[in-house]
Nanobody, 125 residues
């Protein structure tokens, strides 16, 4: 069983930066992990994900601005967010899935069985 706790969300101005962290209670090196976000009135969407070989996937809207990374020794997932825009405002969730789903799209929410409670990111113009 993996428990995930996000931190690092804040209110920033457009163009600013934030670093989100996701601390896991269990040993996560065998899990594929991702960051998802949900804005009010919108569906939850994939932002960035990383598999166990550290291959990454990014949403087109964040490519070149966000960087996902993992520190397996610390059981922690990160999301470095730069050049933030008002449209990045959302509740950001950390999620993990077992390697059984490795052939599935890294942004397939249905395959992620472990979720954190979310951390709010608000970007003002």
């Amino acid at each position: 069983q993996v428990q995930l706790v996000e931190s690092g969300g804040d209110s920033v101005q457009a163009g600013g930066s934030l670093r989100l962290s996701c601390a896991a209670s269990g040993y996560t090196s065998n899990y594929e992990m991702g960051w998802f976000r949900q804005a009010p009135g919108k569906e939850r969407e994939g932002v960035a994900a990383i598999n166990t070989d550290s291959m990454t996937r990014y949403a087109d809207s964040v490519k070149g601005r966000f960087t996902i990374s993992r520190d397996n020794a610390k059981n922690t997932l990160y999301l470095e967010m730069n050049s933030l825009k008002p449209e990045d405002t959302a509740l950001y969730y950390c999620a993990a899935r077992i390697r059984y789903y490795s052939s599935y799209d890294l942004f397939d929410l249905r395959t992620f069985g472990y979720w954190g409670q979310g951390t709010q990111v608000t970007v003002s113009s």
